[in-house]
């Protein structure tokens, strides 16, 4: 195809992409109380554990409706996202020969698993332990001091809640990642085993930067990253294996065909 051609194909792909997000915000923006309160739910689970009458405060007037407005949009981008990528696949396929597109669609097919994974860790494990942590800076107050009290802003909660949810999400993607450059060729097993240490040490940087000032979400952000740096480690070890196999096999495709010139 002419390089115009190709790209009215990419301007199209991307228009349905759009489009596909914009029809589903608007779904989701029917529903954005249930939306908000299924976030919320870990804060108030604890909340109702410790008893009394607890509320969530917005100080803006617009602050809540555009609260809403982002939990519809980011709800929405979460779920076209396999639609999306199946634009990507579509638009990239036609392209690539049969051995590129069978290493290719699987990543693919992972990416959102291991995205959607991380977000159930940080939202059944993570949430609670870190707002419990926060929750337990509260004081009742004594004779002569005021007690200090937990009263959210939901934009603000939101932010935080967002920003767990993708920091976790992406870093889930770390196998992919070290994957695509193993089969490009630009990394190998032996040096990221022996570069372990130092991705241990800035496994626990990353999660100081991108999460909360806690140690709970910190430990449960650089664990995790550590562990799939581990299976990235085996992953790649797996695509070596395969690539020496592979070339073994041409090696002896290539003798049979000398010796039978011969």
């Known amino acids: 195809m002419p390089l115009l051609e190709h790209l009215v194909e990419l301007r199209n ?17 029917a529903f954005k109380e249930h939306l908000y309160a299924f976030l919320v739910q870990p804060l108030a689970d604890i909340l109702e554990e ?8 917005f100080t803006a007037l617009h602050e809540a409706f555009f609260t809403y407005i982002k939990v519809s949009f980011w709800t929405a981008l979460f779920v076209a996202f396999p639609f999306v990528a199946a634009q990507f696949w579509r638009f990239v ?14 990543y693919l097919i992972l990416s959102p698993i291991l995205f959607f994974l991380g977000g159930a860790l940080v939202y059944y494990f993570i949430f609670p332990l870190a707002w419990q942590f926060f929750i337990s800076f509260e004081t009742i107050g004594s004779p002569g001091t005021l007690p200090v009290q937990l009263e959210p802003k939901v934009s ?6 967002m920003r767990l949810i ?15 450059l193993a089969r490009a060729g630009l990394t190998t097993s032996q040096s ?18 991108i999460t909360p000032p806690d140690v709970i979400s910190q430990v449960g952000l650089a664990i995790p990253i550590i562990v799939l740096y581990e ?24 003798e049979e065909t000398d010796f039978n010139l011969t």
């Not at 792909?13 to 608007?26: C, G």
């Not at 603000?156 to 809640?161: D, I, K, M, P």
């Not at 990235?232 to 090696?251: F, N, Q």
């Open 156 to 161: 603000e909660y939101l932010s935080l809640v």
């Open 50 to 57: 410790r008893g009394g009458t607890r509320r969530m405060i």
């Open 192 to 209: 990221l085993a022996a570069k372990r240490k130092y991705a241990v040490v800035f496994s626990f940087i990353g999660a100081a930067i």
């Open 93 to 106: 396929a036609p392209g690539l020969y049969g051995n590129e597109k069978k290493a290719l669609l699987p």
């Open 13 to 29: 792909r991307l228009l349905k992409s759009v489009i596909a997000i914009i029809l589903l915000f608007f779904i989701f923006f």
């Open 231 to 254: 299976v990235s480690i085996i992953a790649v070890r797996a695509v070596e294996r395969k690539r020496k196999g592979l070339d073994d096999d041409e090696e002896e495709i290539t």
């Open 166 to 180: 993708f920091a976790f999400g992406l870093s889930f993607q770390l196998p992919i990642v070290l994957t695509l």
